[in-house]
């Protein structure tokens, strides 16, 4: 025995890489016979996901890529408890009706005492779910007028992949203005002639995936105003502010895009995006009680209590909607507008710096809606590279900043965009534009010149 001891020891002694469960190779693609030494296997998945990109150097996400040590040892605390056992863990529950009343109240809900709204996956979820209740509400409406209901559309601007998930699961057409030259947003008039009596709603984004750019919820609403004064149509809004909706409050507060206005019946909006919580929380909220059709909430007893669920998922995990709630506490509303404050003054000094390098136009610069730029070659100019050769060369020194085409109808154009999130510094945006600048160096002793891939000019992809 106690020599079974030692063999043992001698094992837990054993470097990681020459140990003997390191000497054979694992299996890829299915499950081994044997049990491994955690070690081990730890070792060969962490190795492997080295191969990974930086993601503090992934420039193309919006969402959060650094994160304090209190919110990794709250999402600790929290891994093993799920969001749906409401009864098992009521205080999860309690502060996840906290933190839509904290959103209620920043989205100015006119009575936040009443919010009612859920936490998601993400804006996707909170988008599927946003748009069932415009859908089921719409239905109600035809049917009391004895209309048809089977044929309804939705009206956006150039809009994320999730609302045209949304329409196709849904079979609802999906009324998509297109981008036109320098127009790369919806704006009032393009809205309201694309509204009939089939329209479930209008769907500005706050934060335009493609650019970072607003799209103006507030004329978009006057002129629906308008539109039912003269025609009796009467058709609401949701704001996807995926984004924007963790930046306005705090760097915009007069911009009136939200509950103030009363047309807008529900927001969403990505807490892992600038809601600060690590990846995997949404949010969405109705204006009030009614513009959530009853039919569609589940009450379930087997857990304990009698719950309601109104939600695409059912388990979920609860740390991140915690981790929401510390940012609120943590920060309160002037630590946001701080770390959205810088991030907003250097994506501005990132796109003057680009601006001045001489072949590129700036198209959007950080300083009226997320903090993000984008910018393109300067039409007619030729500088030995396009900006797909830029974004691999950027890969030598880890930066991942994608080029790619916009959606209809400027699929001609490519763009570079970053987003400047929490987490960006003063000096890692210095270190950015050297290399940068050292990039356009390279291509100007190695001129390339190819044509773009198919997939390259293809349009948009996320
Ligand atoms: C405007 C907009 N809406 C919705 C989404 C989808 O959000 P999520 O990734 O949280 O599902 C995004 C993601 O980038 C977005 O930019």
Same mark, same amino acid.
């Given at each position: 025995m106690l020599h079974y001891r030692e063999t043992v020891r001698d094992l837990m002694d054993d470097d990681i890489f020459s140990s003997v469960y390191a000497s054979h190779k694992l299996p890829k693609y299915k499950m081994p016979e044997k049990e491994s030494d955690p070690r081990v296997v730890y070792r060969i998945i962490a190795d492997e996901l080295m191969l990974d990109g930086n993601s503090r150097q992934n420039l193309a996400t919006f969402c959060q890529t650094w994160l304090e040590d209190e919110v990794i040892a709250l999402m600790k605390l929290s891994i093993d408890k799920n969001l749906v056992d409401k009864d098992e863990y009521p205080q999860t529950a309690e502060i996840e009706r906290r933190s839509v009343h904290i959103l209620a109240d920043l989205w100015n809900a006119p009575d936040a005492g009443n919010a009612m709204g859920t936490s998601t996956t993400g804006s996707s979820e909170a988008a599927m779910l946003g748009g069932m209740a415009l859908l089921w509400k719409w239905r109600e409406k035809q049917k009391a007028k004895g209309k048809p209901i089977d044929n309804p559309n939705i009206v956006t601007g150039p809009v994320q992949i999730c609302w045209h998930k949304f329409t196709r699961y849904w079979d609802i057409e999906l009324r998509e203005i297109p981008m036109e030259g320098d127009r790369y947003i919806m704006n009032a008039a393009e809205a309201v002639k694309r509204c &009939? *009596? =089939?329209?479930?709603a209008v769907v500005p984004t706050l934060g335009v995936t493609f650019t970072g750019q607003f799209e103006p919820v507030k004329e978009v609403s006057n002129a629906l105003d308008q539109l039912q004064k003269d025609t009796g149509l009467d058709i609401p809004i949701h704001v &996807? #502010? #995926?984004?924007g909706g963790f930046v306005a409050p705090f760097l915009y507060p007069d911009l009136e895009w939200d509950f103030r206005l009363p047309r807008v019946k529900s927001i969403n909006a990505s807490g892992h995006k600038f809601g600060l919580a690590p990846l995997g929380v949404g949010w969405l909220l109705w204006? =009030? @009680? *009614? =513009? %959530?059709? *009853? &039919? %569609?909430i589940f009450r379930v007893n087997y857990l304990g209590g009698n719950m309601p669920d109104f939600a695409l998922n059912f388990s979920r995990p609860g740390g991140q909607v915690i981790s929401q709630y510390y940012n609120y506490l943590r920060l309160g509303r002037e630590g946001y507008h701080k770390v959205h404050a810088l991030c907003r003054d250097i994506a501005m000094y990132t796109a003057g710096e680009i601006g001045k390098l001489g072949p590129f136009e700036i198209i959007y610069d950080g300083s009226d809606g997320i903090p993000a730029l984008s910018w393109k070659i300067k039409d007619g100019a030729n500088p030995g590279f396009n900006l797909f050769d830029l974004a691999d060369r950027l890969r030598t020194r880890g930066w991942l900043v994608p080029a790619y085409s916009m959606p #209809? =109808?400027? @699929? &001609?154009l490519i763009v570079q965009r970053i987003l400047v999130r929490h987490g960006s510094s003063w000096d890692l945006s210095y270190l950015f534009i050297n290399d940068y600048r050292d990039a356009l160096a390279y291509f100007k002793k190695h001129p390339v010149s190819r044509p773009l891939t198919k997939e390259e000019a293809g349009g948009f992809s996320h």
């Open positions: &009939d *009596e =089939n329209t479930i &996807d #502010a #995926a984004s204006h =009030n @009680q *009614e =513009n %959530l059709p *009853e &039919d %569609l #209809a =109808n400027r @699929q &001609d």
